[in-house]
């Protein structure tokens, strides 16, 4: 498997799993119906591990455009490699969304809510303050970017035998897993915490092109885009800076 296929099959699972729990907790009918934000948050966690466990021995499982823009800024990424990356990213994305729709096709029939609907493919603001809604983001990413920049690979030199190591395996994704799950706690409540454009632009550009009745929201699409962005910068830069 190439990186370019890791990253696409990652980021698939990532969004079938993270935003299949929107809609098991939003759509009409469902059996998770109205089970609340923890669960959300919980679910969306553990899509991370599921992405990252299949990614990450091949491709590093940045599974987010915003991981790769910081880590090529800091000199830990190839520049070249970024567009290839943020594409199979987007395109991952956008199937991971075509599942959801397909596993509850007939609970989205059901529901009359346009707004949950669009929830269960991209993100939305609780208060709707342009300026407020690119801070959050901003914020949370920067909170993303900077912590993964401080995770460690565990693992055990043997000093008979200096390239034998021993590490945590597929336990090693559960840091960002539990990281990622602080954050929707703690700071996703105000956007829904994106933190990642390919995550809410693929699923967007999927609900557009599907039949589901309802706007796509647009006019809002840039904040997690360009607030991710900000946050991924600034979170460089200070890493940077404290080395």
């Known amino acids: 498997m190439t990186p370019f296929i890791a990253e696409i099959l990652g980021t698939m699972l990532m969004i079938l799993l993270g935003n299949g729990v ?30 990252v466990t299949v990614a990450g021995p091949i491709s590093g499982a940045h599974l987010n455009p915003i991981v790769t823009l910081g880590l090529a800024l800091i000199g ?9 990356y943020v594409i199979a990213q987007l395109i991952g994305a956008m199937l991971g969304a075509f599942l959801v729709w397909l596993s509850h096709k007939d609970h989205f029939a059901a529901t009359e809510d346009e707004a949950g609907k669009l929830a269960c493919f991209s993100t939305g603001p609780a208060i709707r303050k342009a300026s407020s809604n690119l801070i959050s983001e901003i914020i ?23 390239g034998a190591t021993i590490g945590l395996g597929t336990m ?6 539990i990281l990622v799950w602080t954050i929707g706690l703690s700071l996703g409540g105000t956007t829904g915490y994106a933190i990642n454009p390919a995550r809410d632009l ?15 929201d647009w006019g809002y699409a840039w904040i997690p885009i360009v607030g991710p962005i900000i946050g991924s910068s600034l979170a460089a830069a200070l890493y940077l800076v404290l080395l």
């Open 172 to 177: 090693g994704a559960l840091p960002v897993s």
């Open 140 to 162: 949370a990413t920067f909170v993303l970017i900077f912590v993964i920049f401080y995770i460690s690979g565990p693992e055990l030199t043997i000093s008979s035998d200096a």
């Open 22 to 51: 929107v809609a098991n907790v939003v759509l009409k009918g469902t059996k998770g119906n109205n089970s609340g934000w923890i669960v959300i948050s919980t679910a969306w966690a553990f899509a991370v591990f599921v992405g």
């Open 202 to 216: 693929g699923p967007r550009i999927m609900h557009a092109l599907l039949p589901i009745k309802g706007s796509s």
């Open 76 to 84: 830990k990424f190839a520049w070249n490699q970024v567009p290839t």
